[in-house]
């Protein structure tokens, strides 16, 4: 069965700090993978999304994530931490099964100390 | 270009009463979905509907049902509310996208409707 793994509930992390927040995947398939973010009292926000080729990819915000596929992982990574980056951020995988379904992680969340 | 709304952004609700939960999207997206976000387990599929006329179950559908009212309305509905339906619910839509050879789906989330239940 699909599942998504974000092993850090909460991380701590000052102002100008690098961050890297952890999210593995278990999927038959080459997966589509997303991270999103969630302000507080907020929806969902897409950062950034891989489905094929270059396995670094950019997203908004400053963000980029890294594919590795040997790892069965997508990890996040800023390299200087904003205090407006406080937020709760998810990890989801898309089967590509036709079924448009999304599988979420149970996220984490980042706290910035000023 | 509202995106995806949602109505209500809270509600309160007693033990077996019912309501409904309204969403509605102006993206002309084919696909639509209902979640609830609870504390420590992300966000949970409940309904689907891949496209207008069709309506599927998700991770979580017991006590709930769903109605996909024409391409842009998706509503959920609680016929009598349970203490364990408080939560946070999330109504999202997608297109198909991608390139050659290549199709995901790209959800956009709407702003959430926080209910609790007495």
């Known amino acids: 069965a699909q599942s998504v793994t974000q092993p850090d509930i909460h991380i701590t992390v000052s102002e100008g700090a690098s961050l890297e927040l952890r999210c593995n995947y278990s999927?038959?398939?080459?997966?589509?993978l997303f991270w999103y973010v969630q302000s507080p009292g907020q929806g969902l926000q897409l950062l950034l999304k891989?489905?094929?080729?270059?396995?670094l990819v950019q997203g908004i915000k400053g963000f980029e994530a890294e594919f590795k596929r040997s790892q069965s992982s997508f990890n996040l990574r800023k390299p200087s931490v904003h205090w407006s980056d406080a937020a709760e951020y998810f990890c989801?995988?898309?089967?590509?099964?036709?079924?448009?379904?999304?599988?979420f992680g149970t996220g984490t969340r980042l706290k910035v100390l000023a | 270009n509202a995106g995806v709304t949602q109505t209500p952004k809270f509600q309160v609700l007693k033990t077996g009463q019912s309501m409904t939960l309204q969403c509605a999207q102006d993206?002309?997206?084919?696909?639509m979905y209902w979640y609830r976000q609870d504390p420590g387990m992300g966000l949970r599929l409940i309904y689907y509907?891949?496209?207008?006329?069709?309506?599927d179950k998700g991770e979580v559908p017991n006590g709930y049902n769903v109605s996909r009212l024409n391409k842009r309305e998706f509503s959920l509905r609680l016929e009598s509310a349970a203490p364990s339906q408080t939560s946070v619910y999330f109504c999202?839509?997608?297109?198909?996208?991608?390139?050659?050879?290549?199709?995901?789906?790209?959800?956009?989330f709407g702003p959430g409707t926080r209910l609790t239940v007495l």
């Open positions: 891989y489905f094929s080729g270059d396995t």
């Open positions: 993206m002309n997206h084919n696909s």
């Open positions: 509907s891949a496209s207008e006329g069709t309506t």
């Open positions: 999202a839509s997608s297109i198909l996208s991608g390139g050659e050879g290549a199709s995901y789906n790209e959800q956009f």
């Open positions: 989801a995988v898309a089967t590509t099964s036709g079924t448009y379904k999304y599988i």
């Open positions: 999927y038959g398939a080459t997966p589509y």
